[in-house]
């Protein structure tokens, strides 16, 4: 008999599944280092459609304890942060690491915790007890100080906006040794101590920037405030001036102390304070507004995702100016201008089944954390995809094909949107692949790239496997035919922005998982369809630490 391992028959082609997904689908089982940086890719602890906040927390906790990496921990926290821009999973993996290694947890600290937001998410995260402590360890609390005293006043005046828990929480319990009076004296004034208490400090020694804010919050007049405002002015974000403006006039000075990213997310904001007035068509404001949003350079230098412009657009009062809306649309244009070209056209399939319509960052409590949905951002990825490598297909699906019509002169953010309001049935991954193998096999592709949240319930594939291998063996097989043994083998890449730990095709050579809808998943499906060896782990563990 021939070596059986050599010579294996038909059906070894086809893995068996022998996994279920949430859904109750046949599915195959991420491994616990892939499962955990799809989790720290799209997670954000809040309720998904098949699964509770509460599951998503035990899932990370289970994943981080049967990996015995710690290496891995602190990549992985830096590239959730970093690269994927995430806030709670980094912190939440960090505060894993705090309980391993500590050495390696001080020397990403300052990378993960990279201003106030995240260090309070990661004090919550400690108060809760979730990660085996209630307190800060000594360790824990050096590095909170070291943070306290090294942050810019700009910084920790940022840090100081929120509650449950605020600053004034962390500091109470971090309780930092100043570095000099000054520092002594921002403390006294962050935790609201008498004035006697900051000795050898005193009012004197608090910096310029928070004596302007004083003076601002104290002022009696629109003209005294604007005139602390303008010029190089009081350069503290925006929150920390909105309660104590005193008119429309004092807020468009506000306005224009907003970067792009603060004047995208609060455009009703400026609306409700009649920062764009009556008359719009010849309005100076309109005109910064919509010039500041869609300015080139700015855009490339933020660090902003491409559906957040959808997100600001599908969020936008309808008596937003339609001159800042035009600037959304041209402002997605140009954050989509890096997205790279495949060596070939792609079948893309974009799930538009019913799960999709979650808020992409899930529940909690009654709410949606957000109002864009997953399929809203998986229609982005996918338009953005299309737009960039023209002559590939785009087929969105449930549990059947729909047929969508493009038009070339299309914004990116009209095609997402049109695009998302397809479907809504069951879910059935394996669509997109069967009419590559039927509609379309007569043309040539590099590769398939799946859009979803892989809770594909409906069919099943042959030997075992699932719909989406069963199909993608027919693909491989019928773009050889085409093209002959000589061409480069089809990638299959299935992007997951849902964290649920599961997938409809296992990883190997031509097949990559991918979590997330960050700028940095386009990049690896594109070195991975350009036949870069590359995957999401090995993208992971190349952050140098």
């Known amino acids: 008999m021939a070596n059986n391992t050599l010579f294996s028959s038909l059906k070894s082609k086809f893995p068996r599944a022998f996994a279920k997904n949430e859904a109750g689908g046949r599915a195959y089982q991420l491994t616990p280092k892939q499962a955990l940086a799809q989790m720290a890719a799209t997670g954000t602890f809040g309720g998904a459609y098949y699964a509770s906040a509460q599951n998503q927390l035990d899932t990370v906790r289970t994943l981080i304890d049967k990996i015995d990496d710690n290496q891995y921990l602190a990549r992985l926290a830096?590239?959730?942060?970093?690269?994927?821009?995430?806030?709670?999973?980094?912190a939440a993996l960090l505060l894993a690491l705090s309980n391993r290694d500590t050495e390696l947890m001080h020397r990403v600290f300052n990378r993960v915790v990279d201003n106030g937001r995240v260090l309070r998410?990661?004090?919550?995260?400690?108060?809760?007890?979730?990660?085996?402590?209630?307190?800060?360890?000594?360790?824990?609390?050096?590095?909170?100080?070291?943070?306290?005293?090294?942050?810019?006043?700009?910084?920790?005046?940022s840090a100081s906006i929120g509650h449950d828990p605020s600053l004034r929480d962390v500091l109470r319990l971090a309780r930092p040794k100043p570095l000099d009076n000054q520092r002594r004296a921002l403390f006294g004034w962050l935790t609201d101590k008498e004035l006697d208490k900051w000795a050898p400090a005193s009012a004197d020694d608090l910096p310029e920037t928070?004596?302007?804010?004083?003076?601002?919050?104290?002022?009696d007049s629109v003209e005294a405030q604007i005139e602390l405002l303008d010029g190089d002015g009081l350069s503290v974000r925006w929150d920390l001036l909105a309660d104590a403006a005193l008119g429309p006039a004092v807020w468009k000075a506000i306005a224009r102390q907003m970067g792009p990213q603060a004047l995208r997310m609060n455009l009703n904001t400026l609306l409700r304070h009649h920062v764009f007035g009556k008359g719009w068509r010849n309005n100076e404001m309109v005109d910064y507004v919509a010039n500041r949003l869609s300015d080139v350079d700015e855009i490339r230098r933020s660090r902003?995702?491409?559906y957040q412009y959808l997100?600001?657009?599908?969020?936008?009062?309808?008596?937003?100016?339609?001159?800042?809306?035009?600037?959304?649309?041209?402002?997605?244009?140009?954050?989509?201008g890096n997205v790279p070209e495949l060596p070939g056209p792609v079948v893309i399939g974009l799930d538009t089944s019913g799960s999709m319509s979650m808020a992409v960052t899930g529940r909690r409590g009654r709410g949606a954390i957000s109002t864009m949905r997953c399929v809203d951002?998986?229609?982005?990825?996918?338009?953005?995809?299309?737009?960039?490598?023209?002559?590939?297909?785009?087929?969105?699906?449930?549990?059947?094909?729909?047929?969508?019509?493009?038009?070339?002169?299309?914004?990116?953010?009209?095609?997402?949107?049109?695009?998302?309001?397809?479907?809504?049935?069951?879910?059935?991954?394996?669509?997109?692949?069967?009419?590559?193998?039927?509609?379309?096999?007569?043309?040539?592709?590099?590769?398939?790239?799946?859009?979803?949240?892989?809770?594909?319930?409906?069919?099943?594939?042959?030997?075992?496997?699932?719909?989406?291998?069963?199909?993608?063996?027919?693909?491989?097989?019928?773009q050889m035919r085409l093209g002959g043994h000589d061409i480069a083998t089809p990638k299959l890449v299935c992007v997951d922005i849902q964290p649920y730990g599961t997938t409809q095709a296992p990883e190997r050579g031509d097949i990559l998982n991918i979590g997330g809808f960050s700028d940095a998943v386009f990049n690896v499906v594109a070195a991975f369809i350009s036949d870069d060896t590359q995957r999401f782990v090995a993208e992971v563990e190349s952050i140098v630490l």
């Open 210 to 219: 928070v004596r302007k804010l004083i003076a601002y919050r104290a002022a």
């Open 78 to 90: 830096v590239y959730a942060r970093e690269r994927a821009y995430m806030k709670d999973m980094p």
């Open 377 to 478: 951002v998986a229609a982005l990825f996918a338009a953005a995809m299309l737009r960039r490598n023209p002559d590939s297909v785009l087929i969105p699906f449930d549990t059947q094909a729909y047929s969508a019509q493009f038009d070339p002169a299309d914004s990116i953010l009209s095609l997402s949107k049109r695009l998302a309001k397809f479907g809504g049935g069951g879910t059935d991954c394996s669509i997109p692949l069967y009419f590559a193998n039927t509609m379309y096999r007569d043309r040539r592709f590099a590769g398939a790239i799946l859009v979803s949240d892989n809770e594909s319930w409906v069919g099943t594939g042959r030997y075992g496997s699932t719909g989406v291998i069963t199909e993608w063996q027919a693909f491989i097989k019928n």
């Open 304 to 306: 902003q995702f491409p």
């Open 121 to 157: 998410t990661m004090f919550q995260m400690i108060r809760s007890g979730q990660f085996g402590r209630n307190s800060l360890s000594s360790s824990l609390q050096r590095a909170f100080a070291r943070w306290l005293n090294e942050a810019s006043v700009g910084k920790l005046l």
């Open 311 to 336: 997100a600001a657009y599908l969020n936008a009062s309808e008596e937003v100016p339609h001159k800042i809306k035009a600037a959304l649309h041209q402002a997605a244009e140009i954050s989509c």
